[in-house]
């Protein structure tokens, strides 16, 4: 196409009367093939790739280490204990259900809304949709104290009778995430089934000829394989997309069906989607921007890419600001005074300090992105996400914490101190979501080829003056 | 492929032209009975008091419309939409109604300043000293904060709707893209304004009519609804225009699947919102906030809770779920239709039990004054559109929405 465009100016440009190219138009299919599928096809991966694995994996391997030695000693390894029997547990159950969201809000959402810019990220933000509920999953896992009967959260036949409470929120969780995180995989893996193939097709290594000729499924690509193909893909977006919504629903209840003050209320459910969405894409843009930069992604995965998930996380941080202003208000207006007292105890009480950074993570810096030049700019931008990653993990805290500590009777008042185990772990588990991720990187394609490729210039689009190359239906 | 045929819609009608003083006397006259007919029903035997309510509901129901306008305009330049250039006027329109809105709001506004608690029991001096709640709430719940802050509202409204109004008409004459510029630059401030200003009216308008109960959705949940009405109606607007005569080739069946799909999905927003706020409270099971969905549930009021349960959500759910539904538009038609009634029914689940917590008080005039305020409203539309094209026809992006297609 166009050599003319060149410059960032022009390719950034926001001019209604012509929509600018999604991907560099320099770009053209193969080399878009050869620049995805290298990563994972060359021989071994930078020294770089093996430092941060080894720290990873170090991470990781501690991380379980720690849960053998929480199995063996029993959960008073944690800090967890009157008033607040929920702890860091369940903050980090939390906070990576909720970065586990931008994948499939990317995939199904942004999908049915056609937004096709999303093709270039969504790959990468569905494989940490994965690993980050891998994560999540094992937390209310280990916390139930006797893991051995952690089966018993499934609704299992058994001669002793015994069912789980479908009463409980806590219940629904197990549902609720389990069938997220089925719907991600097959999603994800759907999803990666051409550019499988064109990794099979590309290998050399007898191994990965045979791996990725497994996992593609013998896909052909001929036309009536993509029009299946596309057809499914449509449905599973359209039954993702209530799981969006259900997913951090389902978590918010597990704190708003109960009658505590800071909990107990109804917007819970909108909120914490909201919340969710904001820390996805806070995580997604964490891993996106150095990995662009180290895989020479840069025309795939542009500035506007960038910008885009920046405008995202202020529309999601603002809905947050929103919730946090609406409830402080109904904390006073409902006229009941514990309502309004933890409210006031959050941002005046002993938690102040968690409580304000969280306001100014997730309230405050992103307020930054209103600029047009912040928005552009890759070091700020690292800087306010990892704000908002480090945000939205106290406000979890915020929530569980200072609502348990202070209840209704000031007699069993507490202050909750997390032990080195729960920092630890809440440290193994970020090695566990890169250890997962690097290998992702390793070996999988990681930007969807296929899809890229649907949403670049060709010769047979519409040519009416005006219209941009992509116009038209959802692919 | 389909292709618009771009010289019909060169050559079609755009403007209301001889349509709109038809439309506006009708609309005007049928509006201007309705609402009379509630003030002889009134003084016929039903009472002022029923008359207020009902005029309250029909109020916060065309307030929705316009609400829903607005937002279908503002997050139409927030995201640089453009498969919706074709029928965004309708939003416009919709949205300018809002200053003169204000003048129906003007007798709740004398209700609450006359220290009336006939709707608002918290307006009553008398009662804001004695009963302890509403005495705590009275800094926010008073008439003179009530009335300084509707003006507010009024005046964020009005600024908002006119400048996207302006803009865009302007552009029919001026073809300049930099206007498309300016709107989206300026819609997101707008969005902001407008959901704090949405949620505080709602707040002042339907949660305080029972001023001890509160949630803290409320405001989402009147969106939500806000929406779903407003899709409707923009859907019967373009069918009414297209029957006669205007913008026949310009919004095609592509557009009214796009709107049916938004309907689909905001009717399906507006029951997880509302499963959201009935759960928590029905599973939290505490009093002071039970009591709400007590009154909603008991006596008649329960049989109206299952209307709304399964002609606001679980009926149109699958009504609208298919392809073909959104897509025929006689089906189309009939489900706008249904959830532009299903709209009222819930505002009036959410107003009038607050006149009568043991039974549905329907009365005719709680259909002739809804019919008469819609009236009034399709009137303002018309008569604030009855100069300008319809179709926005030099925005930059038009070529894009006419060209458009659902593969």
């Known amino acids: ?73 029993g959960v008073g390894v944690w800090g967890n204990n009157n008033p607040a029997f929920w702890g860091f547990p369940i903050v980090n159950f939390v906070f990576w259900v909720g970065i586990g969201h931008a994948g499939t809000l990317i995939s199904a959402i942004l999908f049915l809304f056609r937004q096709k810019w999303r093709t270039s990220i969504n790959r990468f933000a569905e494989a940490m949709t994965i690993f980050a509920v891998v994560c999540a999953g094992l937390f209310p896992g280990i916390h139930v104290g006797r893991i051995w009967f952690a089966y018993w959260l499934f609704p299992v036949p058994n001669q002793m009778e015994m069912w789980p409470n479908f009463r409980s929120p806590l219940l629904w969780d197990v549902f609720a995430v389990g069938t997220y995180a089925t719907v991600s995989l097959l999603f994800w893996y759907f999803g990666m089934i051409p550019d499988l193939a064109t990794l099979r097709d590309r290998a050399r290594s007898r191994l990965s000829k045979i791996l990725y000729g497994v996992f593609s499924l013998g896909w052909t690509g001929s036309a009536r394989e993509w029009h299946r193909y596309e057809r499914s893909y449509l449905i599973l977006a359209a039954l993702a997309t209530p799981l969006v919504l259900s997913v951090h629903s389902v978590v918010s209840f597990d704190f708003a069906v109960a009658q505590l003050p800071g909990w107990h209320t109804t917007i819970f459910p909108p909120y914490f ?87 100014s993570c997730n309230v405050i810096f992103p307020q930054l992105f209103w600029f047009k030049k912040i928005r552009r700019n890759l070091l700020i931008t690292m800087v306010i996400v990892m704000l908002v990653n480090v945000g939205m993990w106290f406000e979890r805290f915020v929530i569980v914490v200072t609502s348990l500590s202070r209840d209704f009777v000031p007699a069993s008042w507490g202050y909750f101190k997390p032990t080195a185990v729960d920092l630890l772990m809440l440290l193994g588990s970020f090695g566990l979501f890169f250890t997962l991720f690097l290998l992702f990187l390793r070996f999988l394609p990681i930007v969807a080829m296929a899809e890229v490729k649907g949403v670049m210039p060709h010769d047979h689009g519409p040519k009416e003056k005006g219209a941009p190359e992509s116009a038209g239906g959802e692919r | 492929m389909h292709q618009v045929d771009l010289e019909a819609v ?13 439309v506006i006397r009708i609309a005007l006259g049928l509006g201007i009975v309705g609402v009379a007919s509630g003030v002889v029903f009134a003084l016929i035997g039903a009472g002022w008091r029923h008359f207020l309510f009902s005029y309250t509901a029909a109020f916060a129901y065309v307030l929705s419309l316009a609400l829903g306008g607005m937002f279908f305009v503002v997050v139409k330049h927030l995201t640089k939409a453009g498969w919706n250039v074709t029928v965004r006027r309708i939003g416009e329109l919709s949205a300018a109604t809002l200053p003169f809105l204000f003048l129906l709001f003007l007798p709740i506004l004398g209700v609450v300043l006359a220290g009336s608690g006939e709707l608002f029991r918290w307006a009553d001096p008398e009662v804001a000293r004695t009963d302890h709640l509403i005495h705590a709430k009275a800094p926010w719940l008073n008439p003179t904060s009530f009335a300084l802050r ?60 029972d001023a001890h109960w ?26 009414f225009l297209q029957r006669f005569g205007i913008l026949q080739s310009a919004v095609t069946v592509e557009h009214y699947h796009d709107l049916g799909k938004l309907l689909f999905a905001f009717v399906f927003f507006w029951g997880y919102i509302a499963f959201s706020q009935y759960m928590l ?51 189309l038609a009939f489900w706008a239709a249904w959830m532009m009634i299903m709209h009222y029914v819930d505002i009036y689940y959410i107003v009038m039990p607050n006149f009568d917590s043991h039974h549905a008080p329907l009365h005719v005039m709680d259909i002739t004054v809804w019919i008469g305020m819609t009236s009034l409203f399709v009137a303002l539309v018309a008569w604030v559109g009855r100069h300008c094209s319809l179709l926005p026809v030099k925005d930059p992006r038009l070529s894009e929405a006419l060209a458009f297609e659902n593969s």
Do not use: C
């Not at chain 2, 060169?10 to 038809?22: C, F, M, S, V, W």
């Not at chain 2, 949630?215 to 373009?238: E, P, R």
């Not at chain 2, 969905?293 to 109206?304: D, E, M, N």
């Open chain 2, 150 to 209: 509707w003006v507010l509202f009024f005046v964020i409204w009005t600024v908002i709707s006119r400048f996207f109004f302006k803009r865009s008409v302007e552009q029919d004459e001026s073809g300049d893209p930099a206007l498309t510029k300016r709107m989206e630059f300026l819609s997101a401030p707008s969005m902001i304004l407008f959901a704090l200003t949405l949620t505080f009216a709602s707040f002042d308008l339907l949660m305080s009519l």
């Open chain 1, 1 to 73: 196409m166009s050599s003319e465009i060149t410059t960032t100016a022009e390719f950034l440009s926001d001019d209604p009367v012509k929509r600018a190219p999604l991907v560099d138009p320099r770009l053209d299919y193969h080399s878009v093939t050869e620049t995805v599928s290298a990563i994972a096809e060359r021989p071994k991966p930078p020294k770089a790739w093996y430092a941060a694995f080894a720290v990873a994996l170090s991470l990781t391997l501690m991380l379980f280490a720690l849960i053998g030695y929480l199995i063996v000693e």
């Open chain 2, 214 to 239: 509160f949630s803290t959705i409320f405001g989402v949940y009147y969106f939500s609804g806000a929406v779903v009405g407003f899709l409707s109606f923009a859907i019967l607007a373009y069918m």
């Open chain 2, 10 to 22: 060169r050559n079609e009608r755009r403007h209301l032209g001889e349509l709109a003083p038809k």
């Open chain 1, 273 to 359: 989607v909201a919340g969710a969405i904001f820390s996805g894409f806070a995580m997604v843009q964490t891993l996106m921007v150095p990995a662009r930069r180290f895989f020479g992604l840069e025309k795939i995965v542009t500035m506007r890419h960038i910008e885009n998930m920046n405008k995202v996380i202020l529309a999601t941080g603002s809905m947050v600001g929103y919730a946090y202003g609406i409830e402080f208000f109904i904390a006073w207006y409902s006229g009941n005074p514990n309502e309004s007292f933890v409210f006031l105890n959050r941002a005046f009480g002993p938690y102040a300090w968690a409580y304000w950074i969280m306001v």
């Open chain 2, 281 to 331: 409270i029905w599973y939290g099971n505490i009093p002071e906030e039970t009591v709400w969905f007590q009154h909603r549930q008991s006596g008649t009021w329960a049989g109206v809770a299952i209307v709304l349960l399964f002609g606001h959500f679980l009926i149109p759910f699958p009504g609208l779920l298919s392809r073909h539904a959104k897509r025929k538009l006689g089906i």
